[in-house]
């Protein structure tokens, strides 16, 4: 909570500007194991510094994996750029679980850049989207939206975008 970054980051994987990856990530994950679950809440923090990755890239978070995740309040200036899955806020990269969470609340206004899978507030949304905000240029070749790159069965509610800053699809 009320977390803040000003500093340029640079990696490959589960880049973000206040966490790289949020829950569980390796090849031993087990669905049936209750005990792997947790409760991750991310609230008050913005990011201004530049955030450069391969993949599963975000202003706030890179990958947001768990489905009892929350992330409120969290504001992104800083210019996102990735290959592939890439978000003003998060990544929204999951690899494991049929849903990411809630991002509720949420602002970006930093530029978006990716080849595939780009969003302004999250690349790929198997999760809630609610009351966010983007107001950045999102660029990217396939599967790009002002909200939303790749939104897989998830849902966006209230949210908006700045259609004068914005030229992705959604």
Not at 15 to 41: E, H, P, Q, R
Not at 54 to 65: M, Q
Request: proline share 0%; aromatic share 6%.
């Amino acid at each position: 909570m009320n977390c803040k970054n000003t500093g340029n980051i640079t990696g490959k994987r589960a880049v973000g500007g206040i966490i790289g990856s949020v829950g569980y990530f390796g090849d031993n994950y087990d669905d049936n194991d209750s005990t792997m679950y947790l409760f991750a809440k991310i609230s008050h923090c913005e990011n201004s510094g530049n955030i450069t990755g391969r993949s599963a890239v975000g202003g706030i978070t890179g990958e947001h994996t768990y489905n009892n995740l929350e992330m409120s309040y969290c504001i992104n200036i800083g210019t996102v750029k990735a290959d592939s899955i890439s978000g003003g806020i998060t990544g929204g990269y999951n690899k494991f679980k049929e849903k990411n969470g809630t991002i509720e609340n949420c602002i970006n206004s930093g530029l978006v850049i990716g080849k595939d899978i780009v969003g302004g507030i999250i690349g790929r949304n198997k999760g809630a989207l609610k009351n966010c905000i983007n107001t950045g240029t999102v660029k990217g070749d396939t599967k790009t939206g002002c909200i939303v790159g790749d939104n897989e069965n998830g849902t966006v509610i209230n949210c908006h975008y700045d259609k004068q800053t914005c030229n992705g699809e959604k």
